[in-house]
C-alpha cells in the first residue's frame, strides 16, 4: 500500500499561483510514476501533469506553459507550480502515484476566481 498525503489548494483570483505538493509513503517502487489529475465538476478526472522517477514529464495540453511538475526523489515527493491559472482550472486535484500499483490521494480544491 501507498498512502499520499497532499497539500497547497485554495481559492485565487485568475492570473495568480498555486503549488501543490505531495508525498508518497509506505510501499514506494523504485521506479514509479507521481503526478497530479483533476475533476471539475461534471467532467471526467483527467490528467493534468505526470513525472518519472527518471525525470521524464508530461502535460496536458490545457496546461502546458504554465504548470511545471517537478519531484524530489529523496523525500519521495512531488509537487506541481501552476501560474496563470484561470477559472477553467477550478477543480479538485489528486496526486497520482504508479509504481507496481496505482493509487490517488484524496484530492485538494483549486478554486479559481474570474
Known amino acids: 500500500q501507498v498512502q499520499l498525503v497532499e497539500s497547497g489548494g485554495g481559492l485565487v483570483q485568475a492570473g495568480g499561483s498555486l503549488r501543490l505538493s505531495c508525498t508518497a509513503s509506505?510501499?514506494?517502487?523504485?521506479?514509479?510514476?507521481m503526478g497530479w489529475h483533476r475533476q471539475a465538476p461534471g467532467k471526467p478526472r483527467e490528467l493534468v501533469a505526470v513525472?518519472?522517477?527518471?525525470?521524464?514529464?508530461n502535460y496536458a495540453d490545457a496546461v502546458k506553459g504554465r504548470f511545471t511538475i517537478s519531484r524530489d526523489n529523496a523525500k519521495n515527493t512531488v509537487y506541481l507550480q501552476m501560474n496563470s491559472l484561470k477559472p477553467e482550472d477550478t477543480a479538485i486535484y489528486y496526486c497520482?502515484?504508479?509504481?507496481?500499483?496505482?493509487?490517488w490521494g484524496r484530492g485538494t480544491q483549486v478554486t479559481v476566481s474570474s
Open positions: 509506505g510501499s514506494i517502487f523504485g521506479i514509479n510514476t
Open positions: 513525472v518519472a522517477s527518471g525525470g521524464g514529464t
Open positions: 497520482y502515484y504508479r509504481g507496481y500499483n496505482a493509487y
